[in-house]
């Protein structure tokens, strides 16, 4: 592939052109952005001078936080198109010299992802639970948080399970509930999504919240200074 930009380190010097999938181009006439359109759109990047095109979340996902929470990391939600389109984007970039980055979500999956739903249905003290940060809650009946943290989005950064003493962490909104990166099943999963798309030729990842994968070990009371 050609380029400005070339070697292992491409990506300290390129010119990287962030697209919000959902507004950038709407192929289709639905209102919605998607994939189709961004292919459309690239030979004007090109001509810009842009070297490298960011991805915003495609995947399948409720869209309760714009495709960041993340339903299925192996599939293109139909509100933006389907993995043919992906692929499609893929090579049109690369035939005109771009670069494609995507963006990766580690920290949490949706409410909605196949991991979770089972955590629920297994219960406390399953492996399945153990993908994620799963504490029980304070006070007599459990009524309060684990801990003090709050949500990015406002509130506690946890929720309670329906009826009993366990409370889930989500650092940003309730249905993001947090992965547990001490779990060997978890950076398992993400090698295979990494796999997934880089034999779809995609040429790096944007990490989202990689600052805040591993928490602190006890989940200690923040210091809230006064």
């Given amino acids: 592939m050609s380029g400005a930009v070339s070697g292992p380190e491409w990506w300290r010097h390129a010119v990287v ?3 919000y999938v959902r507004s950038f181009a709407d192929s289709d006439g639905d209102g919605v952005g998607d994939l189709p359109g961004i292919t459309s759109r690239l030979p004007y990047l090109r001509d810009l001078g842009v070297d490298a095109v960011w ?54 999956t949706s409410h909605e992802h196949h991991w979770f739903r089972a955590a629920l249905a297994a219960g406390p003290g399953s492996p399945e639970r153990a993908r994620y940060l799963f504490r029980t809650g304070q006070g007599p009946r459990a009524e309060q948080p684990p801990n003090n943290w709050q949500s990015v989005f406002g509130g506690p950064a946890w929720t ?49 919240v990689a600052h805040g994968l591993l928490k602190e070990a006890s989940l200690r009371d923040q210091r809230v200074a006064t």
């Fill in 55 to 108: 991805l915003t979340p495609f995947y399948r996902s409720p869209q309760h936080d714009h495709g960041y929470d993340v339903a299925d990391y192996l599939d293109v939600d139909r509100l933006f198109g389907s993995l043919e389109d992906a692929d499609a984007l893929i090579a049109s970039a690369h035939d005109l010299g771009l670069r494609v980055i995507v963006d990766l979500v580690p920290n949490h």
């Fill in 17 to 19: 052109y962030q697209v």
């Fill in 160 to 208: 309670r399970v329906d009826h009993t003493d366990q409370w889930y962490l989500h650092l940003f909104d309730t249905t993001q509930p947090d992965l547990d990166w001490r779990n060997p099943e978890v950076p398992a999963m993400f090698a295979d999504v990494l796999h997934f798309w880089l034999d779809r030729d995609v040429d790096g990842f944007r990490v989202d």
